[in-house]
């Protein structure tokens, strides 16, 4: 924006000379660059205060430079529809899984619980052999069975079986609690990509039709038929409109980390 108010104060003192340009023609955009490099140091000093903020948060030294890698661009599109990502985000976000298996311990505890008060029968089968005669040698099997059952234990069995079903049902709630917090992150993040990209295509055609009204109304002043606040005027309608773009751009590319984030990606 700066640079385009210094092209346009050049040519605005060049006409001056000229006779096609006042005096205050020349004033009025002389203000407009000084507005411009206020708005620049201002960007760098936020950028130079967030720099800081960032090597905080990555735990380096202050003096360690923070560069952004490059320029804000649309990365690459989410190329799953909404369901299809719902069930990769369920496939793959391990907490899902983990409340899985603990389900599954706890249906196995209670299972071991029950059991605890039914008959346990043993059977066990030894063999060998032994010297009948000399030089003779006989096999012998050994066949051994036991039958043990709890008829009471004190109601021990009952408290693990109703722990442990206690535990399941939690697991199961956790589970459906989690389930569903991943399903809003995960729309809400999808929603958002979708507006940021529908939010770059209209910006995208706003930053082309301002730099076209940009350069009519500065041929229009060459040729002395507008005024200067026209100029003025389209110059920060272009600069409104890159700014747009660029926001739109941070936006999109936010919402599709923290879609990537809610999949598990």
């Known amino acids: 924006a700066l640079k385009d108010a210094q092209a346009v104060l050049s040519q605005t003192q060049l006409q001056q000379k000229s006779g096609t340009a006042t005096r205050f023609d020349s004033l009025r955009q002389q203000v407009q660059v000084a507005n411009r490099q206020q708005e620049l140091l201002s960007a760098q000093n936020d950028r130079d205060r967030t720099q800081l903020i960032l ?4 735990n380096l030294t202050q003096s360690a430079p923070v560069e952004a890698k490059e320029s804000a661009e649309p990365q690459p599109d989410w190329t799953q529809s909404l369901q299809a990502t719902l069930e990769a985000a369920i496939n793959r976000r391990p907490e899902l899984a983990a409340l899985e298996e603990d389900i599954e311990i706890a249906q196995a505890q209670k299972n071991l619980a029950g ?7 043993q059977v066990g089968v030894g063999y060998g052999y032994g010297d009948v005669l000399k030089g003779f040698r006989q096999d012998e099997v050994t066949l051994n069975a036991s039958l043990n059952w709890v008829v009471f234990d004190g109601g021990a069995s009952d408290a693990q079986r109703d722990q442990a079903e206690y535990d399941r049902q939690n697991a199961q709630l956790d589970l459906r609690a989690q389930a569903q917090r991943i399903r809003t992150d995960l729309e809400r993040a999808y929603l958002a990509k979708e507006t940021g990209k529908a939010q770059i295509q209209s910006a995208e055609v706003a930053v082309s039709q301002a730099q076209e009204s940009l350069a009519l109304a500065r041929r229009r002043q060459e040729l002395g ?3 200067q606040i026209e100029v003025i005027t389209a110059e920060r309608d272009l600069t409104q409109a890159r ?7 941070i936006r999109y590319n ?9 999949v598990g990606v």
């Open 55 to 58: 090597a905080d948060l990555l």
């Open 115 to 121: 059991a605890a008060l039914l008959p346990r029968l």
């Open 225 to 227: 038929l507008s005024l």
């Open 243 to 249: 700014q747009n773009l660029t926001n739109a751009v």
């Open 254 to 262: 936010r919402a599709l980390a923290e879609l990537e984030l809610a």
